[in-house]
């Protein structure tokens, strides 16, 4: 007997790549179960299904970095509830000294679907009911026909796992000028946030005041610092300058939103812009924006 759900859940994480630095990702679960029925004349109750996958999944991977400790352009250490890690990429080192949760380890060379399809088999088996005798996971893409841009970023101020400062998202945008779509604005956006970091200014400190790992060794000129304390504890992050873009206020999707539209009413002064900007999958928030011209 077999048992499906599609779209069980959505993961909201960032990972590290060899290539492209580190990377936010949005990826959809669908899940299929192998088994014998229960007292019920069920294999798992549907809600069961959702709640015990989903919190699962949340709790090893959703909202976190996930790192390719098999890679050996990785170099990771870990003492109490602290884990300092050191990432070499095409696009620049990057360097975090976190709280052990920020991170998911995925024993693999590469993130992709299996890897991480993989890692996430392990965590479902130990946590369902007997009876299940087998589990597949889908990991996908949404499908997009607009731009997008993956970009990464923490939260200080979130009471929840968005707190964690390298966690990320893979997101369209849609901007209308005026009241048209701007299919241009659409792309602008795609391309200036394509892999990025967006930062706080205000999470912003020099490279010398982090507490990374003895062996790095990186400055101002390079990186740009990031830190502050949440409530999951002390998050430390140093990224390549070109990977950036600060910003100046939190980088809530509402936020994001207003200086999307704020910014382009800047460039074009007179014209009215709307920005349906989405964190992720299915969710997100608008905004608009006009200054007034010469």
């Known amino acids: 007997m077999q048992l499906f759900v599609k779209d069980l859940t959505v993961v909201d994480f960032s990972y590290l790549c060899p290539f492209r630095g580190m990377v936010g990702e949005?990826?959809?679960?669908?899940?299929?179960?192998?088994?014998?029925?229960?007292e019920q004349n069920m294999l798992l109750d549907f809600s069961k299904v959702k709640r015990t996958i989903k919190q699962t999944i949340d709790e090893v991977a959703d909202?976190?970095?996930?790192?390719?400790?098999?890679?050996?352009?990785?170099?990771?250490?870990?003492?109490?509830?602290?884990?300092?890690?050191?990432?070499?990429?095409?696009?620049?080192?990057?360097h975090l000294a976190c709280p052990a949760q920020a991170f998911?380890?995925?024993?693999?060379?590469?993130?992709?679907?299996?890897?991480?399809?993989?890692?996430?088999?392990?965590?479902?088996?130990d946590a369902l009911p007997d009876n299940v005798q087998g589990i597949?996971?889908?990991?996908?893409?949404?499908?997009?026909?607009?731009?997008?841009?993956?970009?990464?970023?923490g939260l200080r101020k979130h009471d929840g796992n968005c707190q964690r400062i390298a966690h990320g998202h893979r997101s369209p945008v849609n901007v209308f000028a005026d009241g048209i779509a701007?299919?241009?604005?659409?792309?602008?956006?795609?391309?200036?946030?394509?892999?990025?970091?967006?930062?706080?200014?205000?999470?912003v400190v020099g490279v010398s005041e982090l507490e990374l790992s003895p062996q790095t060794k990186i400055d101002d000129k390079s990186h740009i610092g990031f830190r502050y304390q949440a409530p999951q504890g002390d998050f430390q992050l140093a990224m390549p300058r070109d990977c950036c873009d600060l910003i100046p206020h939190d980088t809530t999707v509402e936020l994001l939103a207003h200086f999307m539209a704020d910014s382009m009413a800047g460039f074009e002064p007179g014209k009215?812009?709307?920005?349906?900007?989405?964190?992720?999958?299915?969710?997100?928030?608008?905004?608009?924006?006009q200054h007034q011209g010469d």
């Open 272 to 289: 009215h812009f709307k920005v349906v900007a989405f964190e992720g999958i299915g969710k997100g928030a608008i905004a608009s924006a």
């Open 182 to 203: 701007a299919p241009k604005w659409d792309e602008y956006w795609a391309k200036r946030w394509k892999d990025i970091y967006l930062g706080s200014e205000e999470d």
């Open 136 to 153: 597949s996971l889908t990991l996908r893409n949404e499908v997009l026909e607009t731009p997008y841009y993956h970009y990464s970023h």
């Open 26 to 38: 949005s990826w959809i679960v669908d899940v299929l179960l192998d088994g014998g029925l229960d």
């Open 104 to 125: 998911a380890l995925i024993p693999s060379e590469i993130i992709d679907f299996d890897s991480v399809n993989q890692f996430l088999h392990k965590a479902l088996t």
């Open 63 to 94: 909202h976190r970095l996930l790192v390719p400790t098999a890679c050996s352009q990785v170099r990771w250490q870990q003492q109490g509830d602290k884990v300092w890690m050191d990432f070499h990429s095409l696009r620049g080192s990057i």
